[in-house]
């Protein structure tokens, strides 16, 4: 039972388990997991003023990291993004950060539709040390 306890706590909290230092970066590599740079809708919740907001995402690969630009409306955000593998089964998040200010940390979780387009749900923070806002990546094909 506590084993259960455990992993519910985990997925909930992907933050716990990178601060306690139980995640590892992973190199760069463009192919794992593959097809992930690209072109993305996205959704989602400013966790400072929690006003919805609707833009695009661009993912492309770097020498160490993704380069990522998020533009809502007119206005461009740049950052970058990485893998991590959490934990001992070594679950996969992607974990990026925007060059906002303060700068926007995110914790997303890869997932897939149907057709094996990435659809990633991220939670997001300014700093505080709460996940207040979100966002919602939907590749474009």
């Given at each position: 039972?506590?084993?259960?306890?455990?992993?519910?706590?985990?997925?909930?909290?992907?933050?716990?388990?990178?601060?306690?230092?139980?995640?590892?970066?992973?190199?760069?590599?463009?192919?794992?997991?593959?097809?992930?740079?690209?072109?993305?809708?996205?959704i989602?919740?400013?966790?400072?003023?929690?006003?919805?907001?609707?833009?695009?995402?661009?993912?492309?690969?770097?020498?160490?990291?993704?380069?990522?630009?998020?533009?809502i409306g007119?206005?461009?955000?740049?950052?970058?993004?990485?893998?991590?593998?959490?934990?001992?089964?070594?679950?996969?998040?992607?974990?990026?950060?925007?060059?906002?200010?303060?700068?926007?940390?995110?914790?997303?979780?890869?997932?897939?539709?149907?057709?094996?387009?990435?659809?990633?749900?991220?939670?997001?923070d300014?700093?505080?040390?709460r996940?207040?806002?979100?966002?919602s990546?939907?590749?474009?094909?």
């Amino acid at each position: 039972m506590r084993i259960h306890l455990l992993l519910v706590v985990f997925f909930s909290f992907p933050s716990i388990a990178q601060a306690n230092g139980l995640c590892e970066r992973l190199p760069l590599d463009p192919d794992v997991p593959a097809g992930l740079s690209g072109a993305y809708e996205v959704i989602g919740k400013n966790p400072r003023t929690s006003a919805p907001y609707v833009g695009t995402i661009v993912l492309a690969n770097g020498k160490s990291s993704y380069a990522i630009t998020r533009t809502i409306g007119k206005d461009a955000v740049h950052g970058d993004a990485w893998i991590e593998e959490c934990g001992g089964d070594k679950i996969r998040f992607l974990v990026a950060r925007y060059y906002t200010k303060p700068i926007t940390q995110l914790s997303c979780r890869l997932g897939a539709d149907g057709d094996n387009y990435y659809r990633t749900t991220c939670r997001t923070d300014t700093g505080t040390g709460r996940w207040r806002g979100l966002e919602s990546w939907f590749q474009v094909p």
